[in-house]
């Protein structure tokens, strides 16, 4: 799929970036890893990342440094981890550039949030909607991986939101489940058709009001179209 956010982590200790890692890997972010200051800078030029996850107690090239450093180049969201106890002067990492910060022991959940929260924001800044794909009343925020409507926030699962995206990019084109199963599921094989029928019921459960956008087209497969 295209449209993954990449979020680059700078974190020197595993047990975080492990936690980190499982936690955007639900999310569908694609995660790269540094494991102190140095390379973190090397990789953020090297890779176009959506956002960086950065440490301040880095070896190497600490994180303000590493934060002052990748402004200079970059827009990028920055989010700092800082641990409990830790000296930290939160107006400081403002002023080097940092969008927000989070306290150790944190919540995978609250990252992934605040991550979600600063991307919403990044878009709104570059102001041009490249990343909102509208059908209709429906509006997919691709970056952020959001699908609003009637201006609610509608909660759906990874593959929910794929099924979603894939329909919407490729509108009035029905699609049979096998070739569902490939696209969105990523099977060539085995797949179960019914896998399909029962997120296409869940999708429109939650599309409420618009769940006739998705149009099953009997003994063939499914469309997603504007209702006239
Ligand atoms: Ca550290």
Not at 15 to 20: A, I
Not at 31 to 42: C, I, N, P, R, Y
Not at 75 to 87: D, F, H, K, Q, Y
Request: with cysteine; proline share 3%.
């Amino acid at each position: 799929m295209d449209g993954n956010i990449k979020v680059l982590i700078i974190e020197d200790e595993e047990k975080m970036r492990e936690l980190m890692k499982i936690a955007f890997k639900k999310e569908s972010f694609e995660t790269f890893e540094a494991v102190d200051g140095k390379q973190g800078l090397s990789m953020f030029k090297a890779t176009e990342v959506d956002i960086v996850v950065l440490d301040v107690m880095l070896p190497e090239i600490d994180g303000w440094t590493v934060c002052r450093e990748i402004r200079r180049v970059s827009n990028v969201p920055i989010i700092l981890l800082t641990a409990r106890g830790e000296e930290f002067d939160k107006l400081f990492g403002f002023e080097l550039g940092a969008d927000d910060y989070i306290v150790k022991p944190f919540s995978p959940k609250e990252l992934v949030a605040r991550i979600k929260a600063l991307l919403r924001r990044a878009d709104n800044r570059n102001n041009d909607s490249v990343h909102n794909l509208q059908i209709g009343e429906i509006v997919i925020n691709r970056l952020s991986r959001e699908v609003i409507i009637d201006d609610q926030l509608i909660n759906l699962t990874n593959k929910e939101y794929e099924l979603l995206y894939f329909l919407a990019t490729n509108p009035k084109i029905v699609f049979n489940r096998e070739q569902l199963l490939l696209k969105v599921w990523g099977y060539e094989q085995y797949g179960d058709p019914r896998t399909v029928d029962t997120h296409v019921k869940k999708l429109r459960e939650k599309l409420g009001d618009y769940s006739n956008y998705i149009s099953t087209i009997w003994g063939v497969g499914y469309k997603l179209e504007v209702p006239r």
